[in-house]
């Protein structure tokens, strides 16, 4: 495999969720935010809004909504990416058109626009040595943080992002084996079963050294149990009532 700067950073990821008490310059957070303008988007919609909060008592509202997650309130800066057809919405005015989000695919498209800009902002972030982890959990309860910051219909939240210099170093998390992931030319299933039960290892002996015994549970084992019950299923009556999927 071949390496460069780019590569190893990209390769090093790790969620970070431990922050010192140093503060993001301004020029950092602009600089992160103009990142995540710089992502692709699918058919240059760039249906995503960054909405950058600061504000202590916003965060600790936040972090309560995202399930007492603490670190959404400790970061220094905190990011709600969400989807954004609010702006389309007033192009299609602009022009007399119909405005068709009915579909799926637009909440793919916004929902992936976002996840791209989120990303690019992780990593500009840790170019500057900052670390952060990505928060789903501020869809525990989307209507709350939409009116909390104000969205207006036609977006949704798609996930926070908590940024600040690290004040942990944890190992990186092992990932899923190459052949249970990656396919050539077409889907291979006959492999996946064994590099599941790699994996298990792997994973077993991972959490059971990163947590002194307390836990040694298997990635199928955990996966199991996360999928064995529905995930917030208020997520798509909320984003039916911002004007998607009529
Ligand atoms: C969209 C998204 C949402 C996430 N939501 C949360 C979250 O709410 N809380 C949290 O602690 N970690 C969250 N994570 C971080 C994942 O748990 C983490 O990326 C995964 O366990 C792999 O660990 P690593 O990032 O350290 O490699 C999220 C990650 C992504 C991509």
């Known amino acids: 495999m071949e390496t460069n700067s780019i590569i190893e950073l990209i390769n090093s990821h790790r969620s970070i969720r431990k922050f010192s008490d140093e503060q993001l310059t301004s020029i950092q957070v602009e600089t992160i935010v103009e990142a995540g303008r710089w992502a692709p988007t699918s058919h240059h919609v760039q249906a995503y809004s960054i909405i950058v909060v600061k504000d202590k008592e916003k965060k600790e509202k936040l972090a309560k909504l995202a399930g007492n997650q603490t670190y959404v309130e400790t970061c220094p ?4 990416i969400c989807a954004d057809y609010y702006r389309l919405k007033q192009a299609s005015d602009k022009h007399q058109q119909t405005f068709e989000v009915g579909e799926q695919e637009q909440v793919i498209v916004g929902a992936v626009d976002a996840a791209l800009v989120a990303q690019n902002m992780l990593l500009a972030a840790r170019s500057f040595g900052l670390g952060g982890v990505m928060i789903g959990g501020i869809r525990n309860d989307s209507e709350a943080v939409s009116t909390l910051l104000e969205l207006p219909e036609f977006t949704f939240p798609v996930m926070g992002l908590c940024l600040g210099y690290p004040a942990q170093n944890p190992d990186q998390k092992p990932r899923l084996p190459h052949e249970a992931v990656v396919h050539y030319e077409q889907y291979d299933q006959t492999k ?13 002996q991972y959490y059971h050294e990163r ?3 307390k836990r040694s549970e298997t990635w199928s084992e955990q996966m199991a149990a996360f999928l064995s019950t529905p995930k917030r299923p208020q997520v798509g009556s909320f984003i039916k009532k911002q004007g998607f999927l009529k």
């Open 192 to 204: 996946i079963d064994e590099a599941i039960t790699e994996y298990d290892l792997l994973m077993k």
């Open 77 to 80: 800066v905190f990011f709600v």
């Open 211 to 213: 947590t002194q015994g």
